[in-house]
């Protein structure tokens, strides 16, 4: 649709970018009403907006105005959707299973990445480019008949399912909700005041800084490096999505290993589990500007995405340990920093390989990687030292 509308590369960043400036604002509203109308209607309300939207988005290029309207609605419908699924997991999901739900659960992303990356170009030939904006709404939609389907409201969780370890093992538990499966006021300045909260925030931040640099920057790496077009690899390119999606599933089974198998505590289980996918994740970034064939940077690119998918079953699964009733708040919030650290990310690697001479500079490349590896490792160092894994909030 741009090139047929002859527009230029700043216009077509600006439509772009217009999506993330929807989904982050939307982030903690979302899981604010979540956590007071529960996940299950608000899941219906996102899919039901976007899948709308998308459908009755403008497909002439050259009406910029109104497709950034329709990209910045769909943004702010989507922005509902992660704190509202960690809503509703944190009410069905007892804590031994969290991590193995949210990484099931969130994990679709990656593989919905890796299909579309395979499936859509040949749909755009055949149907046109607007097209695809049809196909994505009609998925939309086709999901949500299937949640009306299966989706339930929330259970009574205070006599149901425990919402903490506490609970699991006979312990009274904390709450002082106002009701059966009701929350009490959302404790904002006790979460915001919290170093355990932060320490998921900046963890959140750092994940989605190094993801978002290599997603967006991985056609200009393999043209300017490697010397080939991403598009032109086939289902090679799909490759470190596919792995990233597994990996985020082994994530969540490794840390509800640690805790039924080890007897590890909830806290140091999410630890290592972070650990070991934020310490791996930052080897591999230093290696990708290394890569000397193209298999090499597929392999290397692989290894990233694969160790940061690994890393969720720490952080992204932290804010159900110590805040069950409140998660798709927390959630929101660290969510809206790590949608925020991708528009900072790409920036800033733009501005490195400019200032290095351009993507054709290897050392621009090492510079901004050695970036990403060192901000993934300061988030690793604030989470060992500030995560907590027993419920704080109640």
Known sequence: MAKTAGLDESVKGTVLSAFYWGYAVSQVPGGWAAQLYGGRIMLIISFFLWSLVSFFTPTDGKDTFSIIVARVCVGVAQGFLIPSIHTVLSQWIPPHE???????????????????????????????????????????????????LVG????????????????????????????????????????????????????????HYAFYVIMNWLPTYFNSVLKV????????????????????????????????????????????????G??????????????????????????????????????????????????????GISNTAGTLSGVIGVAVTGVILDYEGGASNIMGWYHAHALCAVICLSAMAVFNAFARGERLFD
Request: a positive charge; hydrophobic letters at 50%.
């Open 98 to 148: 969290r991590a193995r739900a949210v990484s099931l659960t969130t994990s679709g992303m990656y593989l919905g990445s890796a299909a579309a990356m395979w499936v859509l170009p040949t749909v755009s030939r055949f149907f046109g480019a607007p097209s695809l904006l049809k196909v994505d709404g009609g998925l939309g939609l086709a999901w949500l008949l299937l949640w009306l």
């Open 152 to 207: 339930r409201e929330i259970p009574h969780r205070e006599t149901v399912i425990p919402l903490s370890m506490n609970e699991m093992n006979g312990k009274p538990g904390l709450s002082k909700g106002t009701g059966k499966g009701r929350p009490a006021p959302t404790p904002w300045k006790r979460m915001m005041s919290s170093m355990a909260v932060w320490a998921i925030v900046i963890n959140n931040f750092s994940f």
């Open 229 to 276: 077009e991403l598009s032109s690899l086939g289902w090679l390119k799909t490759l470190p999505y596919i792995i990233m999606f597994l990996m985020s599933n082994v994530g969540g089974w490794a840390g509800d290993w640690f805790i039924l198998k080890q007897k590890f505590p909830v806290g140091r289980a999410r630890k290592t589990v972070n650990t070991l």
């Open 278 to 331: 934020m310490i791996s994740s930052a080897i591999a970034l230093m290696l990708m500007p290394s890569a000397n064939s193209i298999l090499v940077g597929v392999a290397v690119t692989t290894l990233t995405l694969g160790a940061l998918g690994f890393s969720r079953g720490g952080f992204s699964v932290n804010h159900m340990d110590i805040a069950p009733k409140y998660a798709g708040v927390v959630m």
